[in-house]
T-cell receptor
Framework: GAGVSQSPSNKVTEKGKDVELRCDPI?????LYWYRQRLGQGLEFLIY????????KSGLPSDRFSAERTGESVSTLTIQRTQQEDSAVYLC??????????????FGPGTRLLVL | AQSVSQHNHHVILSEAASLELGCNYS??????LFWYVQYPGQHLQLLLK????DPLVKGIKGFEAEFIKSKFSFNLRKPSVQWSDTAEYFC????????????WGLGTSLAVNP
């Protein structure tokens, strides 16, 4: 079956612009996660959704970052007034959502964001 | 705060050599432990995971890892590597229970020479 998909695969934007990143999870997966990986760094957790609600958004770095999920499916991560330090690969993952923290998270290919 | 440390950032081996990649974590409670791999041009995928039971876990492609609670370690091993094992390897941990947030190490880049 189809895996996690993300769009766009690459995004170049100017500092101060808003960007939207999209994630389509595996069908039937109720849990969805956003991470980012800056150059030379490990993955940083941003937020996770169970269904359409976000029980843990502790990793969002500032109020410029927001995310939503609708229909227990697609999620959008929005970064407002982008800064150069937002340049990173943004990764989305999904999991079944029924087995808690032991679940395997399945990752998409990521969106590479470059802020000039 | 939880953290994960991977000691080897870049490893170069010849085919048939044995591999051990170190992973240590800091957290005093019960944890779940994961190794993920990213092959060139591919997505991150799970190699293996541990959450309870036998501390020696086996994963795909002949990999295994041993959880040593007293050392807060979860080292990844493979007795004989192949050129196709060339990849980036990531160790990750989360709290057992319902906290799904994964904390990640910086990754180890493995290059296997044919």
């Amino acid at each position: 079956g189809a895996g996690v998909s993300q769009s766009p695969s690459n995004k170049v934007t100017e500092k101060g612009k808003d960007v939207e990143l999209r994630c389509d999870p595996i069908s039937g997966h109720t849990a969805l996660y956003w991470y980012r990986q800056r150059l030379g760094q490990g993955l940083e957790f941003l937020i996770y959704f169970q269904g359409n609600s976000a029980p843990d958004k502790s990793g969002l770095p500032s109020d410029r970052f927001s995310a939503e999920r609708t229909g227990e499916s697609v999620s959008t991560l929005t970064i407002q007034r982008t800064q150069q330090e937002d340049s990173a690969v943004y990764l989305c993952a999904s999991s079944l959502g029924s087995s808690g923290s032991q679940e395997t998270q399945y990752f998409g290919p990521g969106t590479r964001l470059l802020v000039l | 705060a939880q953290s994960v440390s991977q000691h080897n950032h870049h490893v170069i081996l010849s085919e048939a050599a044995s591999l051990e990649l170190g992973c240590n974590y800091s957290y005093g409670g019960t944890v779940n432990l994961f190794w993920y791999v990213q092959y060139p041009g591919q997505h991150l995928q799970l190699l293996l995971k541990y959450f309870s039971g036998d501390p020696l876990v086996k994963g795909i492609k002949g990999f295994e890892a041993e959880f040593i609670k007293s050392k807060f370690s979860f080292n990844l091993r493979k007795p004989s590597v192949q050129w196709s094992d060339t990849a980036e390897y990531f160790c990750a941990v989360n709290n057992a229970g319902n906290n799904r947030k994964l904390i990640w190490g910086l990754g180890t880049s493995l290059a296997v020479n044919p």
